[in-house]
Nanobody, 115 residues
C-alpha cells in the first residue's frame, strides 16, 4: 500500500500562484512515476503533469509554460508549482502514483481561481 498526502490548495485570484505538495509513504520502494491530475465539476479527470524518478516530465498542453512539476526523491514528495493561474484551472487536484498493477490516489485538494 502507498499513502499519499496532498496539501497546498486554496483560493487564488487569476494570475496568481499556488504550490501543491504530495508526500508518499508506506510501500514506496521502486516508485518510478509520480503525477498530478485534476477534475473540474462535470468533467472527467485529466492529466496535468507527470515526472519520473530521473526527472523526465510530461505536461498537458493547457498548462505548459505555466505549471512546473518537480520531485524530491529523498522525501518521496512531488510538487506542482502553478503560476499564471486561470479560472479554468479550478478543479480538485489529485496526486497519483502507479506501482505495479495498482494505482494509488491522494484524497485531492481543491484549487479555486476566482476574483
Amino acid at each position: 500500500q502507498v499513502q499519499l498526502m496532498e496539501s497546498g490548495g486554496g483560493l487564488v485570484q487569476p494570475g496568481g500562484s499556488l504550490r501543491l505538495s504530495c508526500a508518499a509513504s508506506g510501500n514506496i520502494f521502486s516508485i518510478y512515476v509520480m503525477g498530478w491530475y485534476r477534475q473540474a465539476p462535470g468533467k472527467q479527470r485529466e492529466l496535468v503533469a507527470t515526472i519520473t524518478r530521473g526527472g523526465n516530465t510530461n505536461y498537458a498542453d493547457s498548462v505548459k509554460g505555466r505549471f512546473t512539476i518537480s520531485r524530491d526523491n529523498a522525501k518521496n514528495t512531488v510538487y506542482l508549482q502553478m503560476n499564471s493561474l486561470k479560472p479554468e484551472d479550478t478543479a480538485v487536484y489529485y496526486c497519483k502514483v502507479p506501482k505495479g498493477s495498482a494505482a494509488y490516489w491522494g484524497q485531492g485538494t481543491q484549487v479555486t481561481v476566482s476574483s
